[in-house]
């Protein structure tokens, strides 16, 4: 699938008013999903395998979902232990990328913020991988970092939440 080809189903996507897409062909999948006026892809390319020649194209996959909100500190799941994260005054900050969510430069390395740190605008959080690229993300506002919500190397989605924060 080419690049002009992606760009043309996120277009469709963008103008039809549809919720989600999903185009396969062959072991090619990209799947376009709309959620609060944006757009997220997810492309998957099989791995390292000589390049076939291309199938005819799939028939295309559209279902009709209502995009979902954006997690609030207040939704996320507190596990058996752990502090009460009800707190009206906690602000998540939220993944802008759909991707793998990386909390250090490198393996091994010291994380970016640790909970309990005092972070400031501007401070870098965490990198989430897409597409091969490594985005930093940055904090919006000041506050406390009281729980990282996901783990080292996991997938996240647009608009999930990835740390807790009493702003200050």
Same mark, same amino acid.
Request: charged share 40%; aromatic share 0%.
């Given at each position: 699938m080419t690049l002009e080809e992606i760009r043309d189903l996120i +277009?469709? *996507?963008c103008e039809s008013g549809i919720a $989600?897409? $999903? *185009?396969?062909?062959?072991?090619?999948?990209v799947w376009i999903k709309r959620t609060a006026g944006t757009v997220t892809q997810e492309i998957v390319v099989p791995a390292a395998t000589a390049a076939p020649a291309a199938p005819p194209p799939a028939p295309f996959v559209q279902t009709n979902t209502p995009p979902t909100a954006t997690p609030t500190p207040e939704a996320i799941p507190v596990p058996a232990g752990e502090a009460d994260l009800t707190d009206p005054t906690l602000k998540a900050i939220t993944a802008p990328i759909v991707g793998t969510f990386y909390e250090a430069p490198a393996p091994g390395a010291d994380s970016f *913020?640790?909970?309990g740190e005092l972070i400031r605008p501007g401070k870098v959080l965490c990198i989430i991988e897409s597409m091969k690229l490594m985005n930093e993300i &940055?904090? &919006?506002f000041s506050g406390v970092v009281v729980r990282k919500l996901l783990d080292n190397g +996991?997938? *996240?989605e647009y608009g999930q939440a990835l740390f807790a924060v009493k702003p200050a």
């Open positions: +277009k469709t *996507v $989600e897409l $999903e *185009v396969q062909r062959g072991d090619n999948r *913020v640790h909970v &940055e904090s &919006e +996991k997938p *996240v």
